[in-house]
């Protein structure tokens, strides 16, 4: 019926603009500080407009604090960057609302009466950069590959059948999906050609964007695009771009002032303040939906399957103090599992492990965690050496500080923390094999825009029917009813109030800490525009990527 097509459609434009809105500060706190210090994170900031780039044959060196393992968009969250270099498309794109609006679709897509088929009409002028036109069949093919092989796509909902025709799509599903035109915006279903994928992980997909694949090691991390000539969107403005995998941030903001660099993502909070005070640098920011946590691994067998040992460490951690004094106020202290620009209970939702030290004593005692040999450090309950493992990674900032704040705050409690510091790589095959003690990591909870996927995908509990990234041992059946519950409802009140709902039990099973939420930003030179910052954290150049000299 039209009329539940345009009811589904007002849905979810709904839910898209409702997102940014509740934007907070405030808090519940605990000890001697409180999360009510704490500013509302920022909007996007904008880069003043330059003059219109010619096009130009000249290749872009952008220096980045992250990049993929390989370059095929089934492993692992690697189809990011098929997006983030500008190779693939999406059959929708987020406007910086986090609103989905038609990419490589022709319009917004319209769901059935039943709820169950969302039907998709596709531009009729988009080519690969081969110069083969994109067809539904074509479309059909690369979201069926990502839905069987990669981790997260199967995560998102039960597919039923895919059907191809001209040029439209249909997608029909096991149960109603409110949020589908968010899912196809998401970089994990990008649209690419599935005729060779011959060494696809070294020589990288055929796409639709303005750039192909040049080159790619897997050592350094550093890849290279050329201009796509049969870009359908349009003249892209630069000859090719270099990304440089450079994960010291020390490194980055160097080569970025000595001029190896036009631009650089991630660049050390310390170091914001002299590039915005510098006339020859743009700085870009955006509020992200990002949220850094600790996991806690709760299985059988491992330390944190004791709550109270759970909830005494993250009483330790000084998210306030953290985000002030290390990250310049560049980050927002972490209360709720999701990030204070998204309107989901961050100055609503009670936080039974506020920072407090002399409660963390006290759980610690009331467990038996004493000092047995007079060592100065907590023992386990049975007299054996309790040493918890902080595993970090050097792919963001953030992530080796957080690390020694926590070591450091452990002291005052007579916990002892070691240090075991990774690749970004490595770290996520530990955090999705379950091979750890806490774990630090950044995760995009929003990336389709709405949180369901994200919450989903870390904390409802693990099956093999339905394989998620949840190798922590969380599990509360609970949290898995409201899940299900969640999965079926479009009333936008409603999926607002089932996510609060998700996020107490969360946090009263302390399940995880939620450190803070960052700003991320590129560092331009004032030559260079087209490059974004965006809340998704997908966009990073386009067809208009160039410079103006």
Same mark, same amino acid.
């Given at each position: 019926?039209?009329?539940?097509?345009? $009811?589904?459609?007002?849905?979810?434009?709904?839910?898209? $603009? !409702?997102?940014?809105?509740?934007?907070?500060?405030?808090?519940?706190?605990? /000890?001697?500080?409180?999360?009510?210090?704490?500013?509302?994170? +920022?909007?996007?900031?904008?880069?003043?407009?330059? +003059?219109?780039?010619?096009?130009?044959?000249?290749?872009?060196?952008?220096?980045?604090?992250?990049?993929?393992?390989?370059?095929?968009?089934?492993?692992?969250?690697?189809?990011?960057?098929?997006? *983030?270099?500008?190779? /693939?498309?999406?059959?929708?794109?987020?406007?910086? #609302?986090?609103?989905?609006?038609?990419?490589?679709?022709?319009?917004?897509?319209?769901?059935?009466?039943?709820?169950?088929?969302?039907?998709?009409?596709?531009?009729?002028?988009?080519?690969?950069?081969?110069?083969?036109?994109?067809?539904?069949?074509?479309?059909?093919? @690369?979201?069926?590959?990502?839905?069987?092989?990669?981790?997260?796509?199967?995560?998102?909902?039960?597919?039923?059948?895919?059907?191809?025709?001209?040029?439209?799509?249909?997608?029909?599903?096991? @149960?109603?999906?409110?949020?589908?035109?968010?899912?196809? +915006?998401?970089?994990?279903?990008?649209?690419?050609?599935?005729?060779?994928?011959?060494?696809? +992980?070294?020589? /990288?997909?055929?796409?639709? /964007?303005?750039?192909?694949?040049?080159?790619?090691?897997?050592?350094?991390?550093?890849?290279? &695009?050329?201009?796509?000539?049969?870009?359908?969107?349009?003249? &892209?403005?630069?000859?090719?771009?270099?990304?440089?995998?450079? @994960?010291?941030?020390?490194?980055?903001?160097?080569?970025?002032?000595?001029?190896?660099?036009?631009?650089?993502?991630?660049?050390?909070?310390?170091?914001?303040?002299?590039?915005?005070?510098?006339?020859?640098?743009?700085?870009?920011?955006?509020?992200?939906?990002?949220?850094?946590?600790?996991?806690?691994?709760?299985?059988?067998?491992?330390?944190?399957?004791?709550?109270?040992?759970?909830?005494?460490?993250?009483?330790?951690?000084?998210? &306030?103090?953290?985000?002030?004094?290390?990250?310049?106020?560049?980050?927002?202290?972490?209360?709720?599992?999701?990030?204070?620009?998204?309107?989901?209970?961050?100055?609503?939702?009670? =936080?039974?492990?506020?920072?407090?030290?002399?409660?963390?004593?006290?759980?610690?005692?009331?467990?038996?965690? &004493?000092?047995?040999?007079?060592?100065?450090?907590?023992?386990?309950?049975?007299? !054996?050496?309790?040493?918890?493992?902080?595993?970090?990674?050097?792919?963001?900032?953030?992530?080796?500080?957080?690390?020694?704040?926590?070591?450091?705050?452990?002291?005052?409690?007579?916990?002892?923390?070691?240090? =075991?510091?990774?690749?970004?790589?490595?770290?996520?095959?530990?955090?999705?094999?379950?091979?750890?003690?806490?774990?630090?990591?950044?995760?995009?909870? @929003?990336?389709?825009?709405?949180?369901?996927?994200?919450?989903?995908?870390?904390?409802?509990?693990?099956?093999?029917?339905?394989?998620?990234?949840? *190798?922590?041992?969380?599990?509360?059946?609970?949290?898995? *009813?409201?899940?299900?519950?969640?999965?079926?409802?479009?009333?936008?009140?409603?999926?607002?109030?089932?996510?609060?709902?998700?996020?107490?039990?969360?946090?009263?099973?302390?399940?995880?800490?939620?450190?803070?939420?960052?700003?991320?930003?590129?560092?331009?030179?004032?030559?260079?525009?087209?490059?974004?910052?965006?809340?998704?954290?997908?966009?990073?150049?386009?067809? #208009?990527?160039?410079?103006?000299?």
């Amino acid at each position: 019926m039209k009329t539940k097509k345009t $009811l589904a459609l007002l849905l979810a434009a709904l839910l898209a $603009l !409702s997102l940014l809105a509740g934007c907070g500060s405030g808090g519940s706190g605990g /000890g001697g500080t409180s999360p009510a210090t704490a500013a509302p994170m +920022a909007k996007p900031t904008e880069a003043p407009a330059p +003059a219109a780039p010619e096009k130009s044959d000249k290749i872009m060196q952008i220096g980045t604090s992250q990049s993929c393992s390989t370059l095929d968009p089934i492993n692992g969250y690697d189809y990011w960057y098929t997006i *983030r270099y500008g190779v /693939g498309e999406t059959l929708m794109k987020f406007g910086v #609302d986090m609103s989905p609006s038609p990419w490589l679709a022709a319009e917004m897509p319209t769901v059935s009466a039943d709820n169950l088929t969302w039907t998709v009409k596709l531009r009729d002028d988009v080519t690969f950069s081969t110069g083969e036109k994109l067809t539904a069949e074509k479309a059909k093919a @690369a979201l069926e590959r990502q839905y069987a092989e990669s981790g997260p796509a199967k995560g998102y909902f039960a597919l039923k059948e895919i059907k191809a025709e001209g040029q439209t799509l249909s997608i029909t599903t096991e @149960a109603p999906v409110p949020i589908m035109p968010y899912l196809l +915006a998401d970089p994990v279903f990008v649209i690419y050609d599935t005729a060779d994928l011959t060494d696809v +992980a070294d020589k /990288g997909p055929i796409g639709t /964007g303005p750039f192909v694949f040049k080159s790619f090691d897997a050592t350094t991390r550093n890849c290279s &695009v050329l201009r796509n000539d049969n870009y359908w969107g349009g003249q &892209v403005n630069v000859g090719g771009i270099d990304f440089t995998m450079l @994960a010291d941030a020390s490194t980055l903001t160097m080569s970025l002032q000595n001029g190896e660099l036009d631009a650089a993502y991630g660049i050390n909070v310390e170091d914001i303040s002299r590039f915005e005070a510098d006339p020859g640098y743009t700085v870009l920011t955006s509020p992200s939906g990002r949220t850094t946590f600790g996991f806690m691994n709760q299985n059988e067998g491992r330390l944190f399957k004791d709550e109270k040992l759970r909830q005494a460490v993250t009483r330790i951690a000084d998210r &306030v103090t953290y985000c002030h004094a290390l990250f310049y106020d560049q980050f927002v202290p972490g209360i709720t599992p999701l990030t204070s620009s998204l309107p989901y209970g961050y100055n609503e939702l009670k =936080d039974i492990n506020a920072y407090d030290v002399e409660g963390a004593k006290k759980l610690l005692d009331e467990a038996g965690y &004493v000092d047995a040999d007079g060592d100065g450090w907590r023992d386990m309950p049975d007299g !054996s050496p309790l040493d918890i493992s902080i595993t970090t990674y050097t792919g963001r900032i953030e992530m080796p500080l957080l690390a020694q704040a926590m070591q450091n705050d452990g002291k005052k409690v007579g916990l002892k923390f070691s240090i =075991d510091t990774k690749d970004s790589a490595t770290a996520w095959s530990m955090l999705t094999a379950g091979e750890y003690d806490l774990l630090l990591m950044s995760i995009s909870m @929003a990336s389709s825009g709405d949180p369901e996927n994200g919450l989903k995908s870390y904390f409802r509990s693990y099956s093999e029917e339905t394989p998620n990234y949840n *190798r922590s041992g969380y599990s509360n059946p609970e949290v898995d *009813r409201l899940f299900a519950e969640l999965n079926g409802t479009f009333d936008i009140s409603k999926r607002e109030s089932l996510i609060k709902e998700i996020e107490q039990h969360m946090m009263d099973d302390s399940c995880a800490i939620y450190f803070c939420y960052p700003l991320m930003n590129f560092v331009t030179k004032t030559n260079v525009t087209g490059v974004t910052s965006h809340t998704s954290d997908y966009y990073w150049v386009s067809k #208009d990527t160039g410079f103006t000299d």
